[in-house]
């Protein structure tokens, strides 16, 4: 569905709007991802594309669309709202273009094409108030699967990032550096300050970290699956 949340379109229903608003649902927050229900043509160009998703998706936000990478013939772009929007909102997607007749739009931060065993997969960050996590989506058929949610790594969930600096734990940086391997490993490192010990608050007085933890993160593809690497150095929280 769409961000019925966020309020009424104001955006300018113009005749190339009209023409191609559509009243079907958009739901781009499970594991399966169906096609965006858009014409072939608008895909292929920048400013029908834009209406499009600001018309069925978006609902009047303003938004920006900036291509970030091709490859095989895929274009993925990057999309940010701009302006005020709700906490639990996320500001950042990515729309795929897979084909003329397959247009994805995902929650995500574009950050990486993955090509494992002749497989295209997407990476990128999903942005949850003050946390980051990591998905990966990869193509089925005619639908786009997320195949990988760090938030389901563990009962606490798999964080690659955190903003606030006021709790017991900060993140250096707050989106910890991630890089991949070129083949079948992606790995994440920085450094995580502890501020309290085990059990307590912090108080207002601890302003110097109690301990600094090096974080290294790493997941393995094993043919079918992404996988957390149990020699990662990561305290879950």
């Known amino acids: 569905m769409g961000l019925s949340?966020?309020?009424?379109?104001?955006?300018?229903?113009?005749?190339?709007?009209k023409n191609v608003q559509t009243k079907e649902k958009i739901y781009i927050f499970g594991d399966k991802i169906n096609r965006l229900p858009m014409e072939?043509?608008?895909?292929?160009?920048?400013?029908?594309?834009?209406?499009?998703?600001i018309n069925n998706y978006f609902?009047?936000?303003?938004?920006?669309?900036?291509?970030?990478e091709t490859s095989k013939g895929i274009e993925i772009f990057k999309i940010e709202i701009k302006g005020d929007i709700a906490t639990n909102v996320p500001r950042h997607y990515t729309f795929i273009n897979a084909s003329k007749e397959n247009g994805y739009l995902v929650p995500i931060e574009f950050n990486k094409v993955?090509?494992?065993n002749n497989e295209i997969m997407f990476g990128g960050i999903y942005n949850y108030r003050e946390y980051d996590y990591y998905f990966i989506y990869s193509i089925d058929g005619k639908d786009l699967r997320l195949t990988f949610d760090?938030?389901?790594?563990?009962?606490?969930?798999?964080?690659?990032?955190?903003?606030?600096?006021?709790?017991?734990?900060?993140?250096?940086?707050?989106?910890?550096m991630i890089k991949y391997d070129n083949k079948a490993s992606i790995s994440f490192y920085g450094i995580i300050k502890k501020f309290?010990?085990?059990?307590?608050?912090?108080?207002?007085?601890?302003t110097q970290p109690i301990s600094k933890e090096k974080v290294f993160i790493r997941l393995d593809y094993n043919g079918k699956s992404w996988v957390y690497n149990t020699n990662s150095d990561y305290e879950f929280w």
């Open 40 to 53: 072939s043509a608008i895909a292929l160009d920048k400013s029908k594309l834009t209406t499009w998703l």
């Open 150 to 176: 760090s938030r389901k790594i563990n009962k606490e969930g798999l964080k690659i990032g955190y903003y606030r600096d006021d709790e017991c734990r900060e993140y250096q940086p707050n989106r910890l």
């Open 196 to 206: 309290c010990n085990d059990g307590q608050d912090r108080t207002s007085q601890q």
């Open 114 to 116: 993955i090509n494992v």
């Open 5 to 17: 949340s966020l309020g009424c379109s104001n955006h300018p229903k113009d005749k190339v709007a």
């Open 59 to 68: 609902h009047g936000k303003t938004i920006d669309i900036d291509l970030a």
